[in-house]
């Protein structure tokens, strides 16, 4: 079973770059979709980005971190990234990591069995 655990979170200013980190153990971290989602106070959980499993290679962004934030993934290392740029306050939420079996990248939450404890981002303006 993969256990995921998130780094890199902070505080930044406003236009700030940050990257988030996820260490994934077991053996099998290459087959699976991994994807970034965020929690702010008193919102509900929403999809930020996935990277699809396999040699799949897809990528999906919602539409308010397109052009901004980028995920990308080391196998070797068990590792997916989240290359946030250009920050904005309304970024400010605690960003989980999760795993899905399956092959493509999704948007919806309940597609992923796996999920890090969270990590908290603040975005001042």
């Known amino acids: 079973q993969v256990q995921l655990v998130e780094s890199g979170g902070g505080l930044v200013q406003a236009g700030d770059s940050l990257r988030l980190s996820c260490a994934a153990s077991g053996r099998t971290f290459s087959i699976y979709t991994m994807g970034w989602f965020r929690q702010a106070p008193g919102k509900e959980r929403e999809f930020v980005a996935a990277?699809?499993?396999?040699?799949?290679?897809?990528?999906s962004f919602a539409d308010s971190v397109k052009g901004r934030f980028t995920i990308s993934r080391e196998n070797a290392k068990n590792t997916v990234s989240l290359q946030m740029n250009i920050l904005r306050p309304e970024d400010t939420a605690v960003y989980y990591c999760a795993a899905s079996t399956g092959v493509r990248p999704s948007p919806i939450p309940h597609m992923y069995q796996l999920w890090g404890q969270g990590t908290q981002v603040t975005v001042s303006s």
């Open positions: 990277l699809g499993g396999w040699s799949d290679g897809d990528t």
